[in-house]
């Protein structure tokens, strides 16, 4: 695999180390070849990847793969509305705040989508903390941040889609 470059953010150094380890568990899998694709993308285009607006490109493409998720992944798809109503709420809190209180609250009366969908109903409030944690936050707590965001989404969506969102995040595709 090709070296990326020393100035990426912790956030992303975080992910892609997560996406790593997934790849060293399928590594003749249909993620691990699109894993590949995208370092080496990444390594061509490493200046890109540092820009200001990765991190938001990203956690949008986070929760559309939940969503689209939502369409196609039978155990999500009758909790469909709920997470298009949390995925809403992370949306208006990264345009705004940043403030994940009010999602959660939300989140916590749809005890329901657990049942179903345990990791789904986390990925929104994780997608609105990381980007306080990179607003404020102390720098030695991002990587752990991002790392819960990256496992919750592979555990609710899957690994197809959870490359797919990296794709689209980290490449603007």
């Known amino acids: 695999m090709e070296e990326i470059g020393p100035d990426l953010p912790s956030w992303l150094e975080a992910v892609l180390g997560r996406l790593r380890f997934y790849r060293r568990r399928e590594p003749d899998s249909e993620f691990a070849r699109r894993l590949d694709s995208l370092l080496s993308k990444m390594a ?7 820009r200001a607006d990765t991190l938001d490109r990203f956690l949008r493409a986070c929760l559309a793969s939940l969503l689209d ?66 607003a404020a936050g102390p720098e030695d707590e991002i990587p752990a941040a991002a790392i819960r965001l990256t496992n919750d989404l592979a555990a609710a969506v899957g690994l197809d889609h959870l490359i797919q969102a990296v794709e689209n995040g980290l490449l603007g595709n």
């Open 69 to 134: 998720a939502a369409h196609s992944k039978p155990e999500l798809h009758a909790h469909q509305a709920d997470l298009a109503v949390l995925c809403g709420l992370a949306c208006e809190a990264l345009d705004t705040d940043r403030d994940d209180r009010p999602l959660i609250f939300v989140a916590d009366g749809m005890r329901t989508l657990e049942e179903g969908a345990p990791w789904a109903i986390r990925v929104p409030g994780r997608v609105v903390f990381l980007a306080a944690m990179v």
């Open 44 to 50: 061509n285009q490493a200046s890109s990847t540092a």
